[in-house]
């Protein structure tokens, strides 16, 4: 019996990995670096999971040092919620239906992500215009763990938090980092591709969809449904 849905956020319930290039290419001019992640070096970058992360490995590959990394991030942080809070993303299509399918049929809702506890309430605030803990029961994100995708700490989390073993929820993924991240942590995991990770390989997925508006929950409660191509 299916039990939960585990949803990541990035890139699988909205499309807002613009939104973060984007905030991060206003930071870095606000802070005056002379750095500007074009929409190639920000699909490379994406393959290092987290923010700080990011900033980081950019910094090795350019040869910079003496950046406050944390603040950076900070900074960048408030700058993709103010983003947000202007308006402009909406949820991907199906995203919005199969979670009101899930809750009329008592199926929980879980996040697992490598983004960070404000940025989760940004985006809910932004397409549920509700804080995320009246959207999701549960919230396990990439600040709260040792380890961030593709690394299972995350979902290890949310099943924790959630009190289910692996084979009653299933993962929602949009990028080969989550998927090894949930499969690690023994998911089941339907793959919606996004803009950024659409080249990226999914095997290993139970399915992979163009996006939720092709599937029902009915289909996502049958541990035989097939992987479509």
Known sequence: MLEALIFDVDGTLAETEELHRRAFNDSFAEWRLDWYWSRADYTRLLKTTGGKERIAAHMVEIGASGVDIAALHRAKTARYTALMEAGGLDLRPGVAALMDDARAQGVRLAIATTTSRPNVEALCAACFDAPASDVFEVIAAGDEVAAKKPAPDVYMLALERLGLPARRCLALEDSRNGLISAMQAGLRVLVTPSAYTASEDFTGAWRL??????????????PAAAIKE
């Open 209 to 222: 969809i163009p996006s939720l508006a092709e599937t029902t929950l009915s289909a996502l409660a049958d």
